[in-house]
């Protein structure tokens, strides 16, 4: 599995953004799906993370209630939508791929995209 994020760029404070990450391949409804991201110089920090049909989502409590996870698996994507953003989440956003949610706020993941940066000016 290939993943490809998109759709990061500069904001301000307090605006919307949701970023994309399309998945190559037919299996991705047979992948858990999480977002990631990390800051310059902190340690990559969990998001969010969707279960396979969508229908399970788990949030870290830095973003619950702003940002939401959601994929769409007839086009092989993951979205985070991410409202009232704030200069502390500016960071590279990652997406990434498993296949189970085991643990799934440890950062083991089997596939990971590129990142896509996003800057959030005050």
């Known amino acids: 599995v290939q993943l490809q994020a998109s759709g990061g760029g500069l904001v301000q404070a307090g605006d919307s953004l949701r970023v994309s990450c399309i998945a190559s391949?037919?299996?991705?409804?047979?992948?858990?799906m999480a977002w990631f991201r990390q800051a310059p110089g902190k340690e990559r920090e969990f998001l969010a993370v969707?279960?396979?049909?969508?229908?399970?989502?788990y949030y870290a409590d830095s973003v619950k209630g702003r940002f939401t996870i959601s994929r769409d698996n007839a086009k092989n994507t993951v979205y985070l939508q991410m409202n009232s953003l704030k200069p502390e989440d500016t960071a590279v956003y990652y997406c990434?791929?498993?296949?189970?949610?085991?643990?799934?706020?440890?950062?083991?993941?089997?596939?990971w995209g590129q990142g896509t940066l996003v800057t959030v000016s005050s």
């Open positions: 969707i279960g396979w049909t969508g229908g399970t989502t």
């Open positions: 391949g037919r299996t991705f409804s047979s992948y858990v």
């Open positions: 990434a791929a498993r296949r189970d949610l085991t643990a799934y706020r440890n950062g083991k993941y089997d596939y």
